[in-house]
DNA sequence: AGAAATCTGTTGTATTTACAACAAAAAGGA
DNA sequence: TCCTTTTTGTTGTAAATACAACAGATTTCT
């Protein structure tokens, strides 16, 4: 575990807690620790959970496979991040969507309403867990910002705007291929392909890659 | 404050809440009430807030109007409902979308950071408000899930299955006009009346008005 | 290095959707 | 009630998107 230390330290769940402390954390929400493979599910839609997830290692998507095969992907969790906390809580229902490692990943499962015991790290837990839920809320809105627009363009520009902004920079990276891109939109590759060429023909952005610079 | 007194009392804030204790909570809480008319502004997308606003009459919706005068419906709060909670806790970011009163509305605005003090009701308050940051955090979750189905009438499907599950009845009736409907799920409102029609046509469903009926 | 697998861009066609304009129906106000 | 406004459905056309198939580039694996 000891491995993971400074995961747990950056990741918002455990701001404000000291290093030293994290063990006795961990002890107070019964941690577990689980590995996956490239490709097997770590949720699967309709289960009920009690436990939030903590990414430790690796990489996984939020997402949804239909009965003909399409697939879409609500979000990518990295990381340090935590997933699954909107259905953990208390008398949730079951949840709505796939979680898949898409490569080698280590989960750490933690009991959230723990955090409701009177243990002494209760304030500070309670607290950052609202910020979380709360972050979360924020990203899903602005997802919906993205898919609420009506043309592919409008959505590529809305979604490489955002990660602009976030990498405090017009040239920054994007996590996602473009298949998985275009999951993550909505919409097909290959058309969103031919955008995102149309785009740069129109000297709106150049790219390589998940390499993009805004001009 | 009397007269809402119902409304807060069947409030998910304020569950477990006593109703003669609601003005001890609200007291605690700093409660400030305040109309608006038909088509007024209670929020503006760029503000930062350190209130939640509680809905006690009327109906607004969060929305986002772009330049070109295109509307996007995030969702529509009914009475009873809070709305702003994302953004209100601690450290937030500024507000996304627009929040407009659709109907002569009055809101209860909340300091919401105030439940965090050590108050009689801190702990029953927490709970409830991590519900509902939870429960909204679901609600965005299925929003996505119809967006991102790829035609008109599988967005249709897919929010209209949700209607009749959450109602739980094949016939019931959707909190939207035609062009609301239309202005929630991204899609232009005359070709979606028409694949209704056809959806109907097909056997699908049958509707008057903003009753429906799944078949 | 060489082979296999994956990823990206390109093209043409079929389908779906947006847009605009209008008519009928319903609701609201004087 | 009559008039006005709003809502809904309908149609045709233009535009956008999905779908399929394939080629070149890149990465991965042995």
Same mark, same amino acid.
């Given at each position: 575990?000891?491995? $993971?230390?400074?995961?747990?330290?950056?990741?918002?769940?455990?701001?404000?807690? /000291?290093?030293?402390?994290?063990?006795?954390?961990?002890?107070?929400?019964?941690?577990?620790?689980?590995?996956?493979?490239?490709?097997?599910?770590?949720?699967?839609?309709?289960?009920?959970?009690?436990?939030?997830?903590?990414?430790?290692?690796?990489?996984?998507?939020?997402?949804?496979?239909? $009965?003909?095969?399409?697939?879409?992907?609500?979000?990518?969790?990295?990381?340090?991040?935590?997933?699954?906390?909107?259905?953990?809580?208390? /008398?949730?229902?079951?949840? !709505?969507?796939?979680?898949?490692?898409?490569?080698?990943?280590?989960?750490?499962?933690?009991?959230?309403?723990?955090?409701?015991?009177?243990?002494?790290?209760?304030?500070?837990?309670?607290?950052?867990?609202?910020?979380?839920?709360?972050?979360?809320?924020?990203?899903?809105?602005?997802?919906?910002?993205?898919?609420?627009?009506?043309?592919?363009?409008?959505?590529?520009?809305? $979604?490489?705007?955002?990660?602009?902004?976030?990498?405090?920079?017009?040239?920054?990276?994007?996590?996602?291929?473009?298949?998985? !891109?275009?999951?993550?939109?909505?919409?097909?590759?290959?058309?969103?392909?031919?955008?995102?060429?149309?785009?740069?023909?129109?000297?709106? !952005?150049?790219?390589?890659?998940?390499?993009?610079?805004?001009?």
């Amino acid at each position: 575990m000891k491995k $993971y230390l400074h995961i747990l330290k950056s990741s918002k769940l455990f701001a404000g807690i /000291d290093e030293n402390e994290i063990e006795d954390v961990l002890f107070c929400l019964s941690a577990a620790k689980r590995s996956y493979g490239k490709g097997e599910y770590i949720f699967r839609a309709g289960e009920c959970i009690s436990a939030v997830a903590l990414l430790l290692e690796g990489n996984v998507h939020i997402q949804r496979e239909d $009965y003909w095969g399409n697939l879409s992907i609500l979000n990518k969790v990295s990381s340090g991040e935590v997933f699954g906390e909107a259905y953990a809580v208390s /008398d949730s229902s079951a949840i !709505l969507n796939n979680v898949v490692a898409v490569e080698n990943s280590t989960v750490l499962f933690l009991e959230v309403n723990h955090i409701f015991n009177d243990c002494k790290f209760h304030a500070v837990l309670t607290q950052n867990f609202f910020s979380l839920l709360a972050e979360k809320n924020r990203i899903l809105a602005q997802k919906l910002g993205h898919m609420s627009q009506r043309t592919t363009r409008e959505k590529l520009l809305s $979604y490489l705007s955002e990660q602009s902004l976030k990498a405090e920079s017009p040239s920054f990276d994007i996590p996602f291929n473009r298949q998985q !891109l275009a999951d993550f939109l909505a919409v097909d590759r290959s058309a969103m392909s031919n955008e995102l060429c149309k785009m740069r023909d129109d000297g709106l !952005l150049c790219f390589n890659r998940n390499h993009f610079i805004l001009k």
